[in-house]
């Protein structure tokens, strides 16, 4: 299992948090510090839950930052795959984090990212994509995807957001389009939607 070495100096108080797989017990707080952290109305907390009991080639890796008594973010790596020239390739798609909103920009993203890419190294998955900010994510660990040859599984999604990290599996044929699994589709949770279309 990857450290739970603070990542960032962003982290006032590295003692204070700790970094581990969830457990039965987390889910419903995970459910409301999506539900805070992405606010109402938005279908996050569901994703979560279905994307953990959605049949898929890889079982879903799902992680907690906590101080003891809270579960002050969360982060999922679900399988998808991309269609490559050679072979459909099992991939994972980091998707959702988030942080309370009491908790952010203390490191605790930083560090729920880092471990999810440690962890991930340690599959034979060789890539992770995800859709956010590049400004967030380029500096940890991700590069955009299109300069690698990935292309998007959406035209919703801003080319600069559709990013990849490669982990130590990755080899260069390995390019082709992203498809995500049905959950994401199934919960409209793919790209940005235009309200004025
Ligand atoms: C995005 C999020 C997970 C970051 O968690 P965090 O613990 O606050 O992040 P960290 O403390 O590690 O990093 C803070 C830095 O990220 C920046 N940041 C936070 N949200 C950002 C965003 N949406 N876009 C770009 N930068 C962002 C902060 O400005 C801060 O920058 P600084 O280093 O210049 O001060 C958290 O803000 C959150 O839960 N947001 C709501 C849900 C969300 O948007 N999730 C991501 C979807 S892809």
Redesign the pocket.
């Known amino acids: 299992m990857p450290s739970t070495e603070p990542t960032?100096g962003?982290d006032r108080n590295p003692d204070a948090v700790a970094i581990r797989p969830e457990e039965p017990d987390d889910r419903q707080h995970i459910r409301e510090l999506h539900a805070l952290?992405?606010g109402p109305g938005e279908p996050v907390p569901d994703l979560v839950d279905a994307l953990r009991s959605a049949h898929a080639p890889l079982a879903p890796r799902s992680f907690v930052a906590t101080d003891g008594d809270r579960v002050l973010?969360h982060v999922m790596l679900s399988a998808s795959r991309l269609d490559a020239p050679r072979r459909i390739v099992d991939v994972w798609v980091l998707?959702?984090?988030?942080?309370r909103p009491e908790?952010?920009?203390?490191?605790?993203?930083?560090?729920l990212v880092a471990y999810a890419l440690e962890a991930a190294a340690g599959t034979d998955v060789p890539l992770v994509f995800?859709?956010?900010?590049p400004?967030?994510y380029g500096s940890r660990g991700f590069e955009r995807a299109s300069a690698l040859g990935f292309r998007s599984p959406s035209l919703r999604i801003p080319d600069a957001g559709f990013q990849v990290a490669r982990l130590p599996a990755y080899e260069p044929w390995m390019t082709g389009t992203l498809v995500y699994s049905d959950t994401f589709w199934a919960l409209d949770c793919v790209g940005l939607r235009d309200p004025d279309a």
């Open positions: 960032s962003h952290a992405f973010g998707s959702p984090l988030g942080v908790a952010q920009r203390h490191g605790i993203g930083t560090r995800l859709e956010g900010s400004d967030y």
